[in-house]
């Protein structure tokens, strides 16, 4: 399997330093430089041999000039350079298709998905060989939460005019990094050009908009409606995400519901705020429609251009983020793993301490330091443009299942951050060729190996719905979710892996309940905080912010051991 990245070239910012910053060395000599085909943009990459050493692997940048991206500029035209980090599939290295993974969250890195979701793949790698080429992306913008303690090193620009401000604009940049990537680097290689999408909590808003905007972009190819363009054709075969946030009409009312009465015997908001939150959803959902329907009419390439416009889907946005949360504002527990407290050492991030290190910056080629999430872009899509309320989530994934791509909806069922149920609702609401099929489908479980069924599955022709038992927001089951999504890719049955669900076996449904409500778990102990230098507003208490503010707390490996806890969590805190 193969494995990209991206990432822009920021500006140079120096403050006080601790002892894991620090500037990126001196970039390596054997650095190469292609120019991609008939633009003046170009790619800069270099071999590298860290992390995976039974296959080839490559890092750079394709570095996309205001030119080539002028469908997406503003009034303040800008270059933008997307990281890349490749791994050539070991074996089958002609016929392997591509994987593109999208963010976990809006502003945030990929490369936290591989981290934490797909770590079998380090452990499986005959399976990881064998099935196409990974790719993680990673928009522009981004430097780590801003405290009195600050990081020096080389950093992306934090002007709001030079990123993308909707998932639109986004899709459509990846969609030039792809047209330069595959059409000119040369070390991509394969007869099989399938694409998969897969992606994480924003992922359910960014992979269906990019999956749909490169089907819709193949089709103008086909028709030679892009005229004078020498783009290629870039076929997507299955989309996929876990714990997806794809269209606040029809998952809003379903954070309540998740509050209030779930599978695991918690309640966390009473009757009364269950009541009050429920009755809030109607205005809600008005507010979106509001913001849609303007939307449609005044910004239809939804490039967000219009201040009245995002006024109006900003404000959506807001009211409706107001009605999931009355459940943070009575308990004290995660968002992205109900089984958890704050502090929450999930999802981990320790990815970002091993990028930092001056030896695997050299290795990969970098002049900037990896940050795991921007603040500046999610400020941009949440409260400047309001894009939750702008995508139209659900008519993307009709239209990929109309133009018979594959769907694999999978829902940790611990999460609250976007829950199952509302996932499988969505699910529900796809109106395509197969819905009713769909909809008349049963559960059944997820047999992960011959001993262990991690979750259940409803599944009709190209669409299925996974709900994976005790994992949270990314549906932390690394073997069954890795089990689905390779079943997903290579048309077999979910439930099993056995059955074919292509060509003449592709009306293929599952049987059982119509649902699986009634299958229920205890919550585990709740784990120990893990205060981790880089994540430390979510995962270190009071006491060891102000200890590693003061510079006398403890690290070792990038956790804080010393003070071991008290004070409680940072956020709501006056800290």
């Not at 006080?16 to 000599?29: C, I, N, T």
């Not at 997307?82 to 591509?98: D, I």
């Not at 769909?438 to 669409?463: D, K, M």
Request: aromatic share 12%; net charge negative.
């Amino acid at each position: 399997m193969h494995w990209l990245s991206l990432g822009a070239v920021g500006l140079s910012v120096a403050s006080s330093a601790v002892a894991q910053g620090g500037f990126p060395p001196p970039l390596a000599r054997d650095i190469k430089t292609v120019p991609v085909a008939g633009s003046d943009a170009s790619i800069s990459y270099r071999e590298t041999s860290i992390c995976e050493e039974h296959a080839k692997a490559w890092a750079g940048y394709v570095r996309m000039t205001s030119t080539y991206i002028q469908d997406v500029q503003g009034d303040d035209p800008y270059n933008t350079s997307y990281f890349f980090w490749y791994f050539e599939a070991s074996m089958n290295t002609h016929v392997n298709m591509l994987y593109v993974d999208q963010p976990n969250s809006v502003g945030f890195s990929y490369d936290a998905v591989l981290n934490s979701t797909f770590d079998t793949l380090f452990l499986v790698p005959e399976v990881l060989n064998d099935t196409g080429i990974v790719s993680f992306d990673e928009y522009p913008e981004g430097v780590p939460e801003a405290s009195s303690t600050l990081w020096y090193g080389s950093f992306p620009s934090q002007n709001i005019l030079h990123t993308a401000n909707t998932t639109a604009i986004a899709a459509r940049t990846l969609w030039h990094f792809a047209q330069g990537f595959f059409g000119s680097f040369p070390e991509y290689k394969t007869c099989n050009k399938d694409i998969s999408l897969w992606g994480n909590s924003y992922g359910g808003y960014t992979v269906p908009v990019t999956a749909a905007y490169f089907v819709s972009q193949n089709e103008k190819i086909q028709n030679e409606k892009l005229n004078g363009s020498a783009a290629v054709e870039l076929p997507v075969d299955t989309i996929g995400f876990t714990n997806g946030c794809t269209d606040l009409l029809y998952q809003l009312e379903y954070y309540p519901q998740m509050a209030y009465n779930n599978t695991h015997g918690l309640q966390v908001i009473n009757e009364t705020v269950y009541e009050m939150a429920m009755a809030a959803v109607p205005a809600c959902l008005q507010l979106v429609r509001d913001c849609r329907s303007l939307s449609e009419e005044y910004v239809p390439d939804e490039f967000a251009f219009n201040e009245t416009v995002n006024a109006v889907c900003t404000n959506a946005t807001a009211t409706c983020a107001a009605i999931g949360a009355a459940y943070d504002m009575v308990s004290n527990r995660s968002d992205f793993d109900m089984a958890h407290m704050k502090p929450d050492p999930f999802p981990p991030y320790y990815l970002a301490g091993y990028l930092n290190q001056d030896w695997v910056q050299k290795e990969l080629g970098v002049p900037v330091n990896y940050t795991e999430d921007s603040n500046l872009v999610a400020n941009i899509f949440l409260a400047l443009t309001g894009d939750p309320s702008v995508v139209r989530g659900l008519e993307k994934l009709e239209y990929l299942l109309s133009s018979g791509v594959k769907v694999a909806l999978v829902y940790g069922d611990r999460d609250y951050r976007c829950p199952w149920l509302g996932g499988e609702a969505l699910s529900l609401q796809a109106n395509w060729t197969g819905a009713g099929d769909f909809r008349a489908a049963g559960y059944e479980y997820i047999h992960t190996n011959p001993s262990y069924s991690g979750g259940v599955v409803r599944q009709h022709g190209n669409l299925s719905f996974s709900r994976v038992f005790e994992s949270g927001h990314d549906a932390k089951e690394p073997e069954t979710n890795f089990q689905i999504f390779n079943r997903a890719l290579f048309n077999k049955d979910i439930a099993s892996g056995r059955l074919p669900t292509s060509g003449r076996f592709n009306k293929y449904s599952t049987t059982g309940p119509s649902s699986s409500f009634s299958i229920k778990d205890v919550l585990p102990r709740v784990p120990d905080p893990i205060c981790y230098v880089y994540t430390v507003g979510s995962a270190c208490t009071v006491d060891q912010y102000v200890a590693f503010e003061k510079g006398n707390a403890t690290v070792v490996e990038f956790v804080v051991t010393d003070p071991n806890g008290g004070g409680g969590p940072i956020l709501g805190s006056a800290v």
